[in-house]
């Protein structure tokens, strides 16, 4: 089974309370965001986007610019129907991070738990480079992965681990670091994955 075969099929047979990433409200990142005083006018891409309530969010407070990319067609149709009306606000992109080619840049790049998932270290240095790219100097970016106390495996795939010095190498080049946090994730099964939120500006 490829890439977005998988993922396919993990939004097609699971309803969103079934997957261990699961949150009603986004807690975290709407803080961080919310931390960075992003204009209404800000233009904001939400990577791995699923089917998270942080789109619903932006959307109810009127951010006018927001995109959302997952390699699942079928995440960001349910999304879509759940935002109703609303999903007429938000730029739709079906594809895999790694083949993303934006039409432009973006003043605040969020991802939570979709970085985690490249363990091969070119698609990590793949990843990194598409975010010197895509980031307008001065934006912002955050990225939420499994910490180094954190799962190993997730919807049965092999997982990196990073903790906040990790984080910040990783990006360095291009990157600084604004702040970085730990926290520990209830899933809807009552079990606890610890992760790490870090907070980039890019350099200008």
Same mark, same amino acid.
């Given at each position: 089974?490829?890439?977005k075969e998988h993922w396919e099929t993990v939004f097609s047979q699971k309803q969103q309370n079934e997957v261990s990433?699961?949150?009603?409200?986004p807690k975290s990142s709407i803080?961080?965001?919310?931390s960075n005083n992003v204009s209404k006018d800000a233009v904001i891409i939400d990577v791995g986007s699923g089917d998270s309530y942080f789109i619903d969010y932006l959307v109810d407070n009127n951010y006018q610019n927001v995109y959302a990319l997952d390699i699942s067609e079928y995440a960001?149709?349910?999304?879509?129907?759940?935002?109703?009306?609303?999903?007429?606000?938000?730029?739709?992109?079906v594809s895999d991070v790694l083949?993303?080619?934006?039409?432009?840049a973006f003043d605040y790049w969020h991802d939570r738990a979709a970085f985690h998932f490249l363990?091969?270290? @070119?698609?990590?240095?793949?990843?990194?480079?598409?975010? @010197? @790219?895509?980031?307008?100097p001065n934006g912002k970016m955050m990225i939420a992965t499994f910490s180094d106390s954190g799962p190993l495996k997730c919807s049965g795939i092999n997982v990196k681990q990073y903790s906040k010095d990790d984080l910040e190498s990783q990006f360095?080049?291009?990157?600084?670091?604004i702040k970085c946090v730990d926290e520990v994730h209830l899933t809807p099964f009552n079990t606890t994955q @610890?992760?790490?939120?870090?907070?980039?500006?890019?350099?200008?």
């Open positions: 089974m490829d890439k990433w699961y949150q009603s409200v803080e961080f965001f919310e960001l149709t349910r999304l879509k129907t759940r935002l109703g009306d609303k999903a007429s606000r938000v730029h739709w992109i083949d993303f080619k934006a039409p432009l363990s091969d270290a @070119n698609d990590v240095d793949r990843y990194v480079s598409i975010t @010197n @790219n895509y980031i307008k360095s080049n291009a990157f600084e670091r @610890n992760f790490t939120y870090c907070s980039f500006k890019k350099k200008s």
